[in-house]
């Protein structure tokens, strides 16, 4: 049995047929452009520091550093449950299971700074 694979190559955008390569460069300026609009913008940080004051009076609360150590990052990933469910990362348990020694040291160094 062969499978056909469909490749949509355009699409509508409004009343106009757009190309998926134009979409991408459409897109790119969107952003590009709204980002150029906020930094053009004055924003008065006095104003917007009276407001978060105003809704959270209270201090807010130091971040304490906890050293953390890598083999506390490897018992940790030692103790997860075994599955085979995949996170939004596409990441089990059960390969940061089988690849601890590897992945420990990178975690660790993320945590830590």
């Known amino acids: 049995m062969t499978f056909l694979k469909i490749t949509q190559r355009e699409f509508k955008l409004g009343n106009?047929?757009?190309s998926t390569n134009q979409s991408a460069k459409i897109f790119n300026n969107f952003f590009?452009?709204?980002?150029?609009?906020l930094i053009t913008q004055q924003i008065n940080i006095e104003s917007a520091m009276f407001s978060l004051r105003k809704s959270f009076?209270?201090?807010f609360p130091q971040i304490i550093y906890i050293p953390v150590t890598e083999t506390e990052v490897r018992c940790t990933t030692s103790s997860l449950k075994n599955n085979n469910s995949y996170f939004y990362d596409g990441l089990?348990?059960?390969i940061l299971k089988l690849r601890n020694s590897l992945i420990s040291k990178p975690i660790?160094?993320?945590i830590t700074y």
């Open 16 to 18: 106009k047929n757009v």
């Open 92 to 94: 089990s348990n059960k």
């Open 32 to 37: 590009i452009n709204t980002v150029d609009e």
């Open 57 to 59: 009076p209270y201090e």
């Open 108 to 110: 660790t160094f993320t």
